[in-house]
Each structure stands twice: as structure tokens, then as C-alpha cells.
């Protein structure tokens, strides 16, 4: 059934507070349609059978969004537009939409496309989703032009969706294309109580955010380098998994420059944690030119730490957020939570968002890898802690049991993590003591660089360790992945 217009007021804020009329420039252009080859080997009596190919390269999917906050009835109203290309070498005759905002908070108002307008809303209390049905096929190569106005009523608590006294947090805040496999199909995940569950394919995205009734010392905090035009800030991301922001009349700001490109490094932040908002992105800054070097170029063009209300720490492409009692519980060493994962959360720019991976059935791809990344960032900055890393992140918590278990196989958060990120860990450590310094770190630039903007897995991982080490690691890998 489509969905229905549930609140008046969407309509008339959407009207009202979609910022200037004039849109920004057409986006990009995209490779015309092959045409359908007939198979050589059809019945002179039958319907030839038709043979597709892929385009080559892949064309990512491109996201507008232009977006307006009421600060006062934390409220968004939000008009996007995707341009999607049939990467595949089939037809595709439906278009999903992951819809990651909870049912009650989301009210969808119209979703328009150029191959029918017959679709179906499955709402949930942890997301839902759309289903696109075309008219005629997307045939590969094929561009299909989607645009969706909704409003998000912004729920008033510490999430990654909500808003506090202090802070708005806006992550999975938009409905998106998940990814599509020729071996699974479309890759849809149920949520978990552990971990996260949502799969992104790598995306181009240009984001304009207008406000409301703002406070008065509003500032965005965003993953990419910002311009101010019509009254609000316009970005432009590209090659990510996602786009998340954050609003606040409480942050400080600062920034470190680094890494090859001169990288701004930036902090956001409470007025109260200066220091430990300085040491925190001292690190970050750190840890970019040590990855770079060892995993290869920083994929973006900005990498922004925000001091958040919401529990733990959530990365992203360009920007990832720590825990207010990180900064509230910093010692003034590097021995302790908020240096090591300013760290950890740097690295997810490698893994996580240069090299995608299924977060819910294979966790340990992108979180063993930021994991172990934190102990290439002692090794160099704080050697002298390189024991105490282990025993602080690792031992103490004493991991047992088989890496890569689903976050579905998985009791609480304490068995996800030491499976995941501890037993990972400790599964890269026994590789690299056997391979050398020198093979580990050779195989982590080319996996790197295969799976540059792509979705990895864990049979191609380990296929490509073993052939790049160009040694037997059955012993260590049936050690740490088998029964």
C-alpha cells in the first residue's frame, strides 16, 4: 500500500523551509544504456534471449539532499533526489529504499520516479523500508531518477538520531539504495541488538542544510569542507558510505593539519573538555599520516572528531563521533580510551569507508582491522605502551571462541566484541608474526587498493592474504575462524 500523508504540517514546512528555490546544478551525467545483444546460440524458431554487460567502470549512485532544521520543533524536512545506475549485467524490475528512521518518526510525503509510481512502505520502530516497482526493466547501465520529500520529527535523546540540550546528531537519517549482490541479491539486513546491521555502497553525495529559529552560535559539524551560499552550508562528498552531521550552539572548534594532503583535522567539542578535545585530535591527526603511509592515501577531504552525548562512538566516511565520557575521563596519557579510539575510529576511514564490508554477518572485516590499526598507531607514537595496549584492550577481557560470527549468532555486546574486534585482533597479530612486518603490511596496502569504493568479504580477504603472503596459513586461519 503507498504510503499516506500522516501530518498536514510536513507539506507546509517542506513548502516553507526547503531553503531557495533555485536547486543546485544537474547532477552528474551517466553512460547511456548498452543495447541488448542477441544471444548467439538462440533458436532460429524462438525469441532470441538477450545478453547484458555491466558498465565499466561502475557508476556510483549520487545523492542531493537539501535539508532544513526548525531548531525550535526539532523538526527536519528534507527533499532528495538519487540518481541510481544498474551496475548489474541483468535487468532490474525493483528498486528498493532502506528507510533507517524509526516509523513513528518519519512521515514520507511523496516518492517520485521515471518508471512508475507504484510503490509500498514497510515501516518499523527500527527502520523500514520501500519498495520501488518499475514499470519497464533498468537494464544495465540504465539510470533511474528518484525524488522522496519526508520529514523526521528529531526524537528528544542521546541516539544517533535525536537531539539533547546541547547537540543534534543526524546519522542514517535519509533512505538510501543498499547494495546489490549477483551472488545474494539485495543486501537488506534486520537490525541487531549488537553491532550495526546496515550496508552502504559507495556513493556521491551533495548536501545543502538551512535552519530555523537556530541558536545563536550555531555551528555544523560535517565531513566535508563546508561553503556558505543562500543563507545555508553547502558539501560535497564523494566516494562515501554515508553522510552524517551534527548541530550545536554549544561547540568549540579546532584544527590540526595532516597527512599528505594537508588534511584539515577538526574538533568539535564542549567548552569544559578542551584539553582532552586537544589531545583528541592530536591523535586523530597522528594516526592519518601513520595510515597513510601504512594503508595508503586518506581517502576524503577532511576528517572531523565530534564529542557527542550518545554512548560509545560511531564512525563514518570523514568524520566519526566519541562519547562525552571519553573526553570527561582523559588522564592526560595516552593510556586511555579516548586516545585509543580517536585512533580506531581514524582507521574505519580505511575500513569501513574506503573498503566496505557487511557490518552484521561480518563485523570483524572492518572492526578487527581499526582494532589492530590502534596498535600500529602505539608502535609509532607511544611505543612504550604497546604493552600496556594489550593488556588494557585485549587480554584483560580474555577472547575466546571463532572470529566472524554474525552479530545474529552473537548473545549481547561483550561476545560481539571479543569475537570481533579482540579475537580479530589477535588473529591479524598471529599473521603478521608469521608472514613478517614487511608481507603483513605489503598485503594491507593491496587489499587496500582492490577493494578501494567496493564491498569486501571475508573469502576474498583471506584468499588475498594467502596469495600475497605466498605462504600456507591454513594452521593460523582454521585456529582462529573454525569450530
Known sequence: MKRPVRMWLALLLLAACRGPAATPGPLAATPAAPTPQASATASPSAAPSPTYRAPVPAVRPQYRLIATLDFAAHYLAVSQEIRYTNNQALPLDMIPLVVPVADELITITSIEYDRGTDWSYHGRAQGGSAELLLARPLLPGEVLHIEIDYAIAVPERPTLLGWTARQMTFIDWYPFIPPYLAERGWV?????PQGEYLVYESADFDVSLYTVHPPALLQIAAPAPETRREGGWHYQL????RFVWAASGHYQAETLRAGEGNIPVTVYYFEEERAAAQAAVRTAAKALEIYERLFGTYPYEHLVLVECIFPDGMESDGMFFLDMGYFKSYDGTPRNLLTTLSAH???HNWWFG???NDAAHEAWLDEALATYAELLYYQEAHPNAQDWWWQFRVEQWEP????GRSAYELEGF???VNANYLRGAQFLHAVRQRIG???????LQAYATRYRGQLADGASFLALLQASSGQALDEIINEYFGE
Do not use: K, S
Not at 537488506?188 to 541487531?192: L, M
Not at 612486518?437 to 598485503?443: G, N, Q, T, W, Y
Open 400 to 403: 575466546q571462541g571463532r572470529v
Open 437 to 443: 612486518d614487511e608481507a603483513f603490511l605489503d598485503f
Open 188 to 192: 537488506i539486513n534486520e537490525p541487531t
Open 414 to 416: 561483550r561476545p560481539y
Open 345 to 347: 575510529e581514524t582507521a
Open 238 to 241: 564523494a566516494h562515501a558510505r
Open 354 to 356: 574506503a573498503v566496505g
